[in-house]
């Protein structure tokens, strides 16, 4: 028969700290299933000055530099 607990905790020291109120549920040498979900921050957002900083476009000049400074 399963049981499911649930509840939050730290990773301290690579060990995770079962609370206190579940302690008596889970005996010492029972086997358990252990499925971790892990809240992380999502990434900034990307726009697309940082998209074109890290993936450049190649194009063929429209203007040389002559050009450009004879005007």
């Known amino acids: 028969m399963l049981n499911a607990i649930e509840f939050q ?3 301290q020291n690579g060990l995770i700290q079962i ?8 005996g010492e040498g029972d086997d ?16 697309i000055i940082d998209e074109l ?3 450049p476009i190649q194009v063929d000049s429209i203007f040389n ?3 450009i400074y004879n005007r």
Not at 19 to 26: F, G, R, S, V
Not at 32 to 47: A, E, F, Q
């Open 9 to 11: 905790a730290k990773i």
């Open 19 to 26: 609370p206190d109120e579940y302690k008596q549920e889970l």
């Open 32 to 47: 358990i299933k252990v499925i971790v979900l892990v809240n992380k921050k999502s990434p900034k957002k990307r726009d």
């Open 53 to 55: 900083t890290e993936n």
């Open 65 to 67: 530099r002559e050009e």
